[in-house]
């Protein structure tokens, strides 16, 4: 009639308490860091790295574009969404930009907020980049046109790497870590 409870048993490859821990100590947005550090884990290839650039839809998108768009619905909610909204209006409206019809002037608001918002999600996306970097969980360098380079600029575009605690994030580590222990269990 019961089922005998199972212990729980933490995964071998990713300690997510200890990440969060060294987050906390390190990151002013612990939360909206390890949101990132998923993200980043989400599209890493095996080595860890992601980036610089990112397949979506049959197009290649740099990786900061495709973190920016993926955290996009975090600014969605809330005051702040409607008072960027009616900023925007005002400004569009104040530079002559804005459109007579309704839905061509709510398509020009909306574009106007996913460019301010992305603008912004770039700066929080730095700061957050070089939180986990401190915190030992991330490295980045640029890749670049001709070779990579730790500067920016000059048509070079950021490539993220998973270090330390971090790599038992990614889907390669999972997999390989969920075959090991099934080998363990059935073998």
């Known amino acids: 009639m019961f089922q005998s409870a199972k212990a729980y048993e933490p995964s071998r490859s990713c300690d997510i308490a200890a990440v969060l821990e060294q987050l906390a100590h390190v990151s002013s947005r612990p939360r909206y860091a390890f949101m990132l550090l998923n993200l980043i884990a989400q599209v890493a290839r095996a080595d860890g790295s992601a980036g610089p ?3 979506r839809d049959n197009e290649l998108v740099s990786l900061r574009d495709w973190l920016c768009d993926a955290l996009t619905p975090m600014a969605q909610r809330g005051p702040r969404h409607a008072a960027l909204a ?4 005002k400004d569009l409206d104040k530079n002559g930009a804005l459109p007579r019809e309704a839905e061509a002037a ?11 918002i992305r603008t912004a999600g ?3 996306l730095s700061r957050a980049v ?8 991330l490295r980045r360098h640029y890749q670049g046109y001709r070779i990579d380079h ?5 048509q070079r575009h950021a490539v993220y790497t998973l270090i330390g605690r971090a790599r038992g994030l990614t889907a390669a580590t999972r997999i390989q ?3 090991a222990q099934q080998e363990l269990h059935f073998g």
């Open 106 to 116: 709510q398509q020009a608001v909306a574009a106007e907020m996913r460019v301010r």
């Open 53 to 55: 650039w990112i397949k």
């Open 122 to 124: 770039k700066s929080n």
């Open 130 to 137: 070089s939180e986990l970097v401190k915190a030992g969980l």
């Open 150 to 154: 730790c500067n920016r600029g000059g």
């Open 86 to 89: 009616e900023r925007v209006l």
């Open 177 to 179: 870590t969920s075959e």
